[in-house]
Every structure is written in structure tokens, then in C-alpha cells.
């Protein structure tokens, strides 16, 4: 198959979260099975300062831009999966991250910029920009691609088309003026195309009009069609259930794995586990915590913020130092909750240790040195650093939504016995649910034997991209056979 990857981010070239690892990895093991996947994303300027080996593969006139928008060809960094960066400096040349200003306020013209940007993923979609290549099915990540599908719906013979969401909570909403300033057809301003209570939706682009919907887990594409995690559009997401599938994100155990991990002072793999406690000394370290092995060291990689249950964790504070337990916490969101901990580690600083900002050697290094994993998320699509905590001896607590469920064991008698457990889970999302699980942490691992079982199963685990993107290989297929043999399917949508 001929596949289009579309994507606002990826891994290695720029990243504010998980759909960057996902970007990065997931083309890659599609690759490897042998059909040719092709990644688009925005040239940003830390992109083009530090990309190599570019070409200029075609420009583009595009609807709106006063300048041709330029695509360049190259490889993603780390393998040989093609890429094409959409570059108009107008709009993708400016310092910073990719959606928000310095003071963390979305970017005025986010609509203005993300519409090129879906432009030109049409574009090279239906073979306008001169390529000589034509996808077979475009797959769009979230609502930075949300106007793809139905410019796609609207074109003749264009290839098909699949959207993921990643977080159902950004969606691209934007004002009338917004939408008319655009100069997209009046009829897409209407409650069966992208109006959502008097705004106009990005992410209802793709939810409507893609032939098939994926989300990240499976319990997330149960839950998004909730009230509680369907942001009002659950009623839509029922509607689509039976073209909604959750594929558990995958991740890069080349990047993520502690017997070769070059981020760690020490490599270690199960069978050579004692060599955590290295680690472990240089993270206290790192933070001017007491070094002592025998203490709990829990730790958090995080945006910071609410979503991600932060707010639990604080509560918890003063029970953790009771116990005399320490915790790390390492990144950047909400400025009341960074103020709230800086304090708490003012307060405590043998107990507590916080880096505001994002470090990639420093979450490697806290993944190998910890003993417990905390992730209270109140949501969680997927969620990988439980993951990437399985794999490096780093136990996981968290609660049970989203992918979190999907990919942690809680720890009971039963799974004890059998040899399942692989961390521990709570229900509710109050502090009180999260301390009684990071008591019965706090109780198996002080029993070695018992940690020590629990800690190699979670090792052991394999979530490699392999059987991931096997499983979107698979829904290539089923899409393109049923766009191709059977007409009526693109017209579900309006029965």
C-alpha cells in the first residue's frame, strides 16, 4: 500500500507530547512490513534549523497564501521512512513550540496556519503537487488535520481516508469570523459538516467525514463515547461506533530500553537488575536528595495539569513524607500547580525534587532510577511513560481509565499467584483512592520477593509498534477493499 501519514508533530523533529512518539515510531513499523508510508508534518523553524539532506519536491499555489508553499522531501531522522515538511514561513517560521506563544497561549492564527497545512495534505493526497504519487489512504492525527476527510469526501477519486484521535479534548474550535475568514464553502458551516454550537470544529472534520475512526486504546474509544469523556460529541462517536476502533499505541524499545539506553549512567536488563541501584544513587543525586537505596523513590514526567492528576499527587504530599518516601518530578503546565510543587519542595527538600521544563536525558535517566511510577491521570488516551515504566524495573500506579487500563495489571492475590501483575490501579479520582494504592506499593515493596516478581513480569511485557501496526495494516486494507468494491460505503455518513 501507498500511505499518507499526516501529523502536526513527530519525534525526533519536534515534540510536545505523545502524538510525536507516535508519529515517529508507528511509519516506521509500517515501513518494516513493507509498504511505502510517507509522513507529513509543518516545516516549523527548529524543524529546518536542524534537518538534513532536504530537497525542494514540488511548490504549491494554496487557497489563502499570498506565497507558493513550498514541500521538501527528506527522510525521518533514524530510518527510512520518507517525509515532506509544508513550508510557508508565514505561517510554520516562527521560535517556539508549535501551537502556543512564550506565555502559552495558542497561536492567533492557529486556524489560518493548520488550514495550509491541511491544503497541502490534500494537495499531495490527490497527486496535485507533481509528485507522481498518489496514497492510497491518508491516515490524519488529530484536529490539525481535521479539514482533510471532507476535503478529501468532496474531491473525485481520492484515496481514502483514516483519522486518530489522540486527545478528544483539543478539538480546534474557532469563532464564525474565524471560519469565514478562511474562505472554505459556506455549506461547511452547518451541523452535519464542522459547526459545533455556534463554532467551528477541526476535529468534527474527521470524526464526520474520515472512513474510519481510530483512537489510541480501546477503553478510550469506549469512554469517548460517554458523556463524561465525549466533550459533547459522544452522540456523533455512537453514531460512528461501528467505524470506531482503539489500537494500543505502541512505543520505540530502540529509544526505550534500559540495556541500551546511552541516556543512563548504568545499562541494565533483567538479569542484570542490581545495576537499577546505580541509577537510582545518580537520580537522588541529580535532585540533592538523601542518596539511600532503601528509600522509595516515586516519580512523575508529566504535563502538569489538571487532566493529569497532578492535584492527587500534591494532596498526598505529607503522607509520602511520613513514610519517608521521595518523589521527582520532571515537567511544565499549569503555573499554579509548578508554583505548588517548587514549594512543596522548599518545604521538603530531602524528601522532594522538581525540574519545571522538559529534559529527554533527564526522563530517561528518572525512568531508570525510580522505584514507582505515579500516573493518577483523570483521563489518559494511552499514555506511554507507564510503558516506557514497565520496561525500565519502574513500577506504575495509576488509575484505571483510558489506556492506563489497557496496559497495566493491578496487583492482586490472584494476579500475584498467576504471575500477572505488573502494577497497581485505583478507580476513583480522588487523592484518598491514589494513597491506598501507593500504600499497597509501599507494602510489596517492602517484601522483595514480591516486588521483585512484580517488577520482571512488567519487563517482560512486550507493547513493541509490531502487533500495533499489524493491526493498522490490517484496517488499511479493510477501508481501501470497501472505498473500492462497494460505493455506497462513502455515503453511510448522511444515511
Not at 461547511?188 to 472534520?205: M, N, Q, T, Y
Request: with cysteine.
Amino acid at each position: 500500500m501507498d500511505i499518507l501519514f499526516a501529523s502536526s508533530e513527530a519525534h525526533p523533529l519536534i515534540k510536545t507530547g505523545g502524538l510525536a512518539d507516535v508519529s515517529g515510531s508507528l511509519p516506521r513499523a509500517i515501513l518494516g512490513q513493507r509498504h511505502d508510508i510517507r509522513v507529513i508534518i509543518p516545516a516549523y523553524r527548529e524543524i529546518l534549523r536542524h534537518a538534513q539532506h532536504l530537497t525542494l519536491a514540488a511548490y504549491l499555489e494554496l487557497e489563502g497564501v499570498s506565497q507558493p508553499v513550498r514541500i521538501l522531501g527528506g527522510r525521518l531522522p533514524g530510518g527510512n521512512v520518507k517525509l515532506y515538511l509544508v513550508d510557508s514561513p508565514s505561517h510554520f517560521d516562527r521560535a517556539g513550540n508549535p501551537y502556543t506563544t512564550s506565555d502559552g497561549k495558542p497561536w492567533p492564527d492557529n486556524a489560518e496556519r493548520f488550514t495550509v497545512f491541511c491544503r497541502a495534505i490534500h494537495a499531495l493526497a490527490v497527486d496535485a503537487a507533481g509528485l507522481d504519487w498518489q496514497p492510497d489512504i491518508v491516515h490524519c492525527n488529530d484536529w490539525q488535520t481535521g479539514l482533510v476527510p471532507i476535503m478529501l469526501r468532496e474531491t473525485p477519486s481520492a484515496p481514502a481516508s483514516i483519522f486518530t484521535i489522540h486527545n478528544l479534548a483539543y478539538q480546534g474550535l474557532f469563532d464564525w469570523k474565524t471560519f469565514k475568514s478562511l474562505k472554505l464553502p459556506a455549506s461547511w458551516w452547518s451541523a452535519d459538516a464542522l459547526e459545533f454550537h455556534d463554532s467551528f470544529s477541526f476535529i468534527k472534520g474527521g470524526l464526520v467525514f474520515a472512513d474510519w475512526l481510530t483512537t489510541v486504546s480501546p477503553t478510550y474509544a469506549d469512554e469517548i463515547c460517554t458523556p463524561e469523556f465525549g466533550y459533547g460529541l459522544e452522540g456523533l462517536l455512537n453514531h460512528r461506533r461501528g467505524h470506531l476502533t482503539g489500537i494500543i499505541n505502541g512505543v520505540d524499545y530502540t529509544v526505550w530500553n534500559p540495556g541500551r539506553d546511552l541516556h543512563i549512567p548504568v545499562q541494565y536488563n533483567r538479569r542484570s537488575l542490581f545495576h537499577k541501584t546505580e541509577n537510582k544513587r545518580d537520580l537522588q543525586e541529580r535532585f540533592a536528595l538523601p542518596v539511600d537505596n532503601d528509600t522509595p523513590l516515586f516519580a512523575v514526567i508529566s504535563r502538569l495539569v489538571e487532566q493529569k492528576g497532578i492535584d492527587l499527587i500534591l494532596e498526598i504530599v505529607p503522607e509520602l513524607v511520613k513514610q519517608n518516601a521521595q518523589l521527582v518530578v520532571l515537567g511544565s503546565g499549569d503555573s499554579q500547580l509548578e508554583t505548588a510543587l517548587e514549594l512543596a519542595s522548599t518545604r521538603h527538600p530531602d524528601h522532594i525534587g522538581i525540574h519545571i521544563g522538559y529534559n529527554e536525558t533527564l526522563a530517561h535517566g528518572i525512568e531508570a532510577g525510580a522505584d514507582i511510577f505515579l500516573m493518577p491521570s483523570r483521563f489518559e488516551p494511552c499514555g506511554l511513560n507507564q510503558i516506557y515504566s514497565l520496561r525500565y524495573g519502574t513500577v506504575p500506579v495509576v488509575r484505571r481509565t483510558g489506556g492506563l487500563a489497557d496496559t497495566i495489571v493491578d496487583t492482586t492475590p490472584e494476579t500475584l499467584e498467576d504471575k500477572t501483575a505488573t502494577g497497581f490501579c485505583f478507580d476513583k479520582a480522588e487523592a484518598s483512592a491514589l494513597w491506598s494504592s501507593v500504600e499497597r506499593a509501599l507494602e510489596h515493596y517492602r517484601k522483595p520477593e514480591y516486588w521483585a516478581q512484580i517488577v520482571d513480569t512488567g519487563m517482560r511485557q512486550d507493547f513493541s509498534w509490531k502487533r500495533s501496526a499489524q493491526q493498522y495494516v490490517e484496517l488499511y486494507t479493510r477501508v481501501i477493499d470497501e472505498q473500492q468494491n462497494h460505493p455506497s460505503f462513502k455515503k453511510y455518513v448522511t444515511q
